[in-house]
């Protein structure tokens, strides 16, 4: 596995100063930003399960209709790697800051759109055609930001607490889908007619107060001292996406295996385990929402505590660990849900994103430290996305398997088991590939 020919000046030249307050401070900073952006995209993943197939897809049969709304939930992914390109090119070549600044205005407006965007019974054909685009900006925007706040993040960070930094960012995940899912939460208290007209808008509305937060934070960001290093050293790559796959493809498929857990088992525990356990199962809707925010809660302790330990272990060995233990949990974790039970069913979700966050919560530490800092913002938001790009369309995938396995959950427990082991073979080769940064300071 390669990696790009020479070791630049910037990764062993002149080191520029940073106190542990203010890489401190960066991360909060970068943990705000993408908590509130990813709040905007997993508002999608549930209204798809919830909404959009009875109210967007309404010409088509109930399993048809949430079929195409999760393949419109996909379509999202799809995006995320051209955004990627696109925002690893305004990253590596422009700045990590104003890449992160656009990012936010795109999915902060699209978001806010989909709340005002009528539905097929006013407007017809037009109505998906809409939230399919809308959802493509999204995901355009999501594809550069995740590597963005990561890199940003990382590159003021000392070398010896990048764990915790990296794993503050990640915090934002479960923090956007509490906030999502508890948004939905409160609306579905409604009555089922308010829910359906105007109750579901609710929480897609409050994309466009909380985007004048996010800028606000955005704009206090400093720059990244290792790519204000590069500018001076005349360090940056010319087109940085094609260096990735012409000097770091290997890199670059170990970035995405590494990833896949952690954004592709995220959406079998959500989005498929709220379909299937809505439309296959018939059990209440606000169950599988609530255990979703129980499980988002522990997800924040599993995250901040592996954040620590991958600075004593690394992060190769912790990925390795969590792909393993998901994958021996994974059919357990379905026969639970299976069962119907509240209380199993609730244990299940937690149970299940709560060891996918192992390895998630060490993958922005594993996935910057795969890339040099000429090539890492976008070596970075490629891995991260093309595992995103691949991993939207296996709610489908899992729901589509049903008609197979006559309604039981055991292909999905079967895709989350393989996403698992790969991740796993992600984090083995990881660990050994690590690139040795500048050390800002100790």
Same mark, same amino acid.
Do not use: C
């Given at each position: ?6 070791? &630049? ?28 952006? #990813? ?17 967007? *897809? ?28 696109? *925002? ?8 990590? @800051? =104003? ?46 930001? #995740? ?7 990382? /590159?003021?960070?000392?070398? @010896? ?5 990296? !794993?503050?960012?990640?915090? %934002? ?6 906030? &999502? ?21 609710? =929480?897609?509305?409050?994309?466009? =107060? ?11 960001? /400093? ?24 000097? !770091? ?22 989005? *498929? ?21 129980? +499980? ?35 059919? =357990?974790?379905? #026969? ?15 149970? %299940? ?15 910057? /430290? ?37 309604? !039981?959950?055991?292909?999905? +427990? ?27 300071? /100790?």
């Amino acid at each position: 596995m390669t990696t790009t020919a020479d070791t &630049s000046a910037a990764e062993v030249g002149a080191r520029p100063k940073l106190s542990g307050k203010d890489a401190g401070r960066i991360a909060r900073a970068a943990f705000v930003g993408t908590a509130l952006e #990813w709040y905007d995209y997993f508002l999608f993943g549930t209204a798809a399960a919830l909404v959009f197939n009875r109210l967007y *897809f309404t010409t088509l049969d109930p399993t048809a209709a949430t079929l195409a709304a999760l393949a419109t939930f996909g379509v999202g992914f799809a995006a995320r790697p051209i955004g990627a390109i696109l *925002f690893g090119y305004i990253g590596d070549r422009v700045g990590r @800051k =104003p890449a992160l600044l656009i990012t936010i205005i795109m999915i902060g407006l699209a978001t806010g759109l989909i709340g005002v965007l009528p539905d097929f019974g006013t407007i017809g054909l037009a109505a998906p055609v809409m939230l399919a685009v809308l959802r493509l900006v999204q995901g355009l925007a999501v594809g550069g930001e #995740w590597g963005g706040a990561m890199t940003l993040a990382v /590159e003021h960070a000392p070398l @010896k607490k990048r764990g915790r930094f990296a !794993a503050l960012v990640q915090v %934002g995940s479960p923090v956007g889908t509490l906030m &999502s899912a508890g948004a939905f939460a409160l609306v579905l208290l409604l009555p089922a007619e308010s829910f359906d007209s105007w109750g579901w808008r609710l =929480p897609f509305l409050a994309a466009f =107060p909380l985007l004048l937060i996010a800028v606000f934070i955005r704009l206090k960001v /400093e720059e990244s001292p290792i790519f204000q290093e590069l500018v001076k050293l005349e360090e940056r790559a010319k087109i940085p996406a094609l260096d990735v796959f012409k000097f !770091a493809w290997g890199r670059l498929l170990v970035a995405i295996a590494a990833a896949f857990l952690g954004v592709g088992g995220f959406y079998v525990m959500t989005t *498929f385990a709220i379909t299937y356990g809505v439309s296959v199962l018939e059990l209440d809707r606000a169950l599988l929402v609530n255990a979703t925010l129980i +499980a988002a809660i522990v997800q924040i302790g599993v995250i901040l505590v592996m954040g620590r330990v991958a600075e004593r272990f690394g992060a190769g060995r912790v990925t390795v660990w969590g792909g393993i233990a998901t994958a021996v949990a994974a059919f =357990p974790i379905f #026969w639970l849900i299976d069962t119907g039970h509240p209380l199993a069913v609730i244990f299940a979700i937690t149970l %299940g994103i709560a060891l996918l966050s192992t390895a998630y919560a060490v993958s922005g530490t594993l996935l910057t /430290e795969l890339f040099p800092p000429r090539l890492r913002y976008s070596g970075v938001a490629l891995g991260y996305n093309i595992a995103g790009a691949i991993s939207g369309f296996l709610p489908f995938l899992a729901l589509a398997m049903l008609s197979f396995s006559g309604g !039981a959950s055991w292909p999905a +427990a079967v895709i989350f088991a393989v996403v698992a082991l790969i991740t796993s073979v992600g984090g083995y080769f990881g660990g050994r590939l690590k690139i040795k940064d500048m050390d800002i300071i /100790e």
